[in-house]
């Protein structure tokens, strides 16, 4: 994706975010965080959008989802809202040098085994959804517990921290999992 596009994109997702999120909170993430989320890919190989701006790509595609869904699972603004904020935590730390994705040194590792980006060591660990809700906070985000919960759980309910909720989830974040299966199996 050309430079021009990737700008494009991320102007989309600001547009669509700033729909259903108020201003201060947009200005916020843009300032703090946009010139990384442009650039951020979504994981370590292309098919898991391991290519530039897959993060942004995969949140549009998702509030997408989301939002076509919404008549089976609750308020389309929040399922929207929930579906482009979800994975902000795959930027890695919000210091200088913590993103969580870098690119793949060894040609090895990009010719064998298509990984074009490699793990940050030296950011810190958490899963994507506690790194998210990190974010927000220090972005002030303002969010509902619907919302809190949705983006904890994100990642999906298979995951032994996220078990614990399986039988207590609402529709939003119903919502926001079935979006995210749409779009990572391609419907």
Known sequence: MSAENLVEQYEKYCDVLSKVSDSGSVARLSEAIGDRLVLAPRGLTAEDGGVPGG????SLRAASAAKSMSRHFGDPKTLVRVSLLHELGKLGDLCEGGDLFLPQESDWHREKLGQMYKYNDVCSRMNVGHRTLWILSHLNFDLT?????????SQGLHLQENQFYASSIDG????????????????
């Open 55 to 58: 993060l942004v790509e995969f």
């Open 145 to 153: 517990r619907e919302e809190w919960m949705a983006i904890n759980v």
């Open 172 to 187: 939003i974040a119903a919502g926001l999992l079935a979006a995210r299966l749409a779009v990572l199996h391609g419907e």
